[in-house]
């Protein structure tokens, strides 16, 4: 990919959607806690509450894209995903498609393995090290070009922990109390949680707009988490003069993908049980046996009504997202069969989805000079496009 000159690039952004992603379930156990303690339902409330209004923000000051169209060659996109190991099936279908479709929309793509947010939870060093490279090979096995974009570890652009810092000074303690991000994980960690995890947002901030960032993929429950780097943006102008755009989010519209043996939470890599989650490494025995025992109901009809029927919705969801086919499609094509017979049918979809992805993956791991020359050559081009804007910054507010 040709290297944008700064002046070209008005601006784009990423928490991907996998950078933000780990919110959604966590407001869930976050509900559970309050409620057990009984004595905080009106934060309850307000959590829920937050969420729900991000299918407002279109009409209020927070401006979204749905669809890239509009790419004009002035925009930039920036997203992230944690190094966590191997992504799920939810990670698949929703954010890196997603990354793979944007990649050959616009001119200016930027996707880093942000290991620095990862430090927020204790990682022992060689998993870490290990897995900041099978997040890379997967990411490429899924379709992610470097031709096309940087791909890059966000350590080794010390200009995000920089830029952080300075954002950090112009954010309140209170403006981060706020966050949801922050209460949920505070809250599970009886209100012991780390100076960085408090920092977190900011410096998901930096990594936006560090690059001037324009846009970011994010799904419809995380949009609310771009609002403090729009703060920030907007701060900084109003002290220094114009100098960042205010970044905007592009919705995925792929249906969240659920846990397969409790299809009201998110899909998860964390979830305690082994048949809830599907890898994009499992083998065709260890899909097949997940479908085979997911969670549906009574009714051995398909349809799709994710409120009274999630277990079968949610296989209906899969099946359209592997296979490219719209809800309306999936359904006319299941006229007449059982949900057992129809779980093999989804089963055996995603199984010929990953064959492919898990191939290249295992092929990638094996090289790893391979990756770390992608890692490094990404890094270098993200810091010709990070320096000016930094050094530029360090000018404004007088640090030379």
Same mark, same amino acid.
């Given at each position: 990919?040709?290297?944008?000159?700064?002046?070209?690039?008005?601006?784009?952004?990423?928490?991907?959607?996998?950078?933000?992603?780990?919110?959604?379930?966590?407001?869930?156990?976050?509900?559970?806690?309050?409620?057990? %303690?009984?004595?905080?339902?009106? %934060?309850?409330?307000?959590?829920?509450?937050?969420?729900?209004?991000?299918?407002?923000?279109?009409?209020?000051?927070?401006?979204?894209?749905?669809?890239?169209?509009?790419?004009?060659?002035?925009?930039?996109?920036?997203?992230?995903?944690?190094?966590?190991?191997?992504?799920?099936?939810?990670?698949?279908?929703?954010?890196?498609?997603?990354?793979?479709?944007?990649?050959?929309?616009?001119?200016?793509?930027?996707?880093?393995?942000?290991?620095?947010?990862?430090?927020?939870?204790?990682?022992?060093?060689?998993?870490?090290? %290990?897995?900041?490279?099978?997040?890379?090979?997967?990411?490429?096995?899924?379709?992610?070009?470097?031709?096309?974009?940087?791909?890059?570890?966000?350590?080794?652009?010390?200009?995000?922990?920089?830029?952080?810092?300075?954002?950090?000074?112009?954010?309140?303690?209170?403006?981060?109390?706020?966050?949801?991000?922050?209460?949920?994980?505070?809250?599970?960690?009886?209100?012991?949680?780390?100076?960085?995890?408090?920092?977190?947002?900011?410096?998901?901030?930096?990594?936006?707009?560090?690059?001037?960032?324009?846009?970011?993929?994010?799904?419809?429950?995380?949009?609310?988490?771009?609002?403090?780097?729009?703060?920030?943006?907007?701060?900084?102008?109003?002290?220094?003069?114009?100098?960042?755009?205010?970044?905007?989010?592009?919705?995925?519209?792929?249906?969240?993908?659920?846990?397969?043996?409790?299809?009201?939470?998110?899909?998860?890599?964390?979830?305690?049980?082994?048949?809830?989650?599907?890898?994009?490494?499992?083998?065709?025995?260890?899909?097949?046996?997940?479908?085979?025992?997911?969670?549906?109901?009574?009714?051995?009809?398909?349809?799709?009504?994710?409120?009274?029927?999630?277990?079968?919705?949610?296989?209906?969801?899969?099946?359209?997202?592997?296979?490219?086919?719209?809800?309306?499609?999936?359904?006319?094509?299941?006229?007449?069969?059982?949900?057992?017979?129809?779980?093999?049918?989804?089963?055996?979809?995603?199984?010929?989805?990953?064959?492919?992805?898990?191939?290249?993956?295992?092929?990638? %791991?094996?090289?790893?000079?391979?990756?770390?020359?992608?890692?490094?050559?990404?890094?270098?081009?993200?810091?010709?496009?990070?320096?000016?804007?930094?050094?530029?910054?360090?000018?404004?507010?007088?640090?030379?």
């Amino acid at each position: 990919m040709e290297n944008l000159p700064i002046k070209h690039a008005s601006g784009l952004a990423c928490s991907g959607e996998i950078w933000f992603c780990n919110f959604s379930l966590l407001l869930v156990n976050f509900k559970l806690h309050l409620s057990d %303690q009984g004595n905080s339902m009106k %934060q309850i409330r307000h959590a829920s509450m937050s969420f729900t209004v991000c299918k407002e923000l279109e009409a209020s000051s927070f401006s979204e894209d749905r669809t890239c169209k509009a790419n004009n060659g002035m925009d930039r996109i920036f997203s992230g995903i944690q190094p966590t190991g191997i992504p799920h099936l939810g990670n698949y279908l929703g954010a890196i498609q997603n990354w793979v479709r944007l990649q050959e929309e616009y001119n200016s793509v930027l996707y880093s393995i942000v290991d620095l947010h990862s430090l927020t939870v204790p990682r022992d060093p060689p998993y870490l090290r %290990q897995s900041i490279l099978d997040t890379t090979a997967a990411i490429l096995a899924c379709g992610i070009n470097p031709k096309r974009c940087f791909v890059f570890q966000q350590s080794q652009v010390p200009e995000h922990a920089e830029l952080g810092w300075i954002f950090g000074c112009f954010t309140s303690v209170p403006r981060l109390r706020r966050l949801p991000q922050w209460k949920i994980k505070n809250t599970s960690q009886n209100n012991e949680g780390n100076v960085g995890l408090f920092m977190y947002p900011v410096l998901q901030a930096a990594d936006i707009l560090l690059y001037k960032s324009t846009h970011v993929p994010v799904g419809e429950d995380q949009v609310l988490h771009l609002e403090l780097a729009q703060d920030i943006a907007q701060h900084f102008n109003k002290k220094y003069g114009k100098f960042f755009p205010k970044p905007r989010a592009i919705l995925n519209s792929t249906k969240k993908i659920k846990s397969l043996r409790d299809p009201t939470a998110k899909m998860s890599k964390s979830d305690p049980q082994k048949l809830a989650t599907v890898s994009i490494t499992d083998s065709a025995e260890e899909i097949a046996l997940k479908f085979r025992k997911a969670v549906t109901d009574f009714t051995s009809e398909v349809t799709y009504d994710p409120d009274s029927r999630p277990g079968v919705s949610n296989l209906v969801s899969i099946h359209a997202a592997v296979t490219g086919l719209s809800i309306k499609e999936v359904l006319h094509q299941s006229v007449g069969l059982d949900t057992a017979h129809y779980k093999m049918i989804v089963a055996e979809a995603v199984i010929q989805k990953l064959a492919p992805v898990r191939n290249e993956i295992k092929r990638l %791991q094996q090289d790893k000079c391979h990756l770390e020359n992608v890692l490094k050559a990404g890094a270098e081009k993200a810091k010709e496009l990070a320096a000016p804007v930094y050094q530029e910054v360090r000018r404004l507010v007088g640090l030379q």
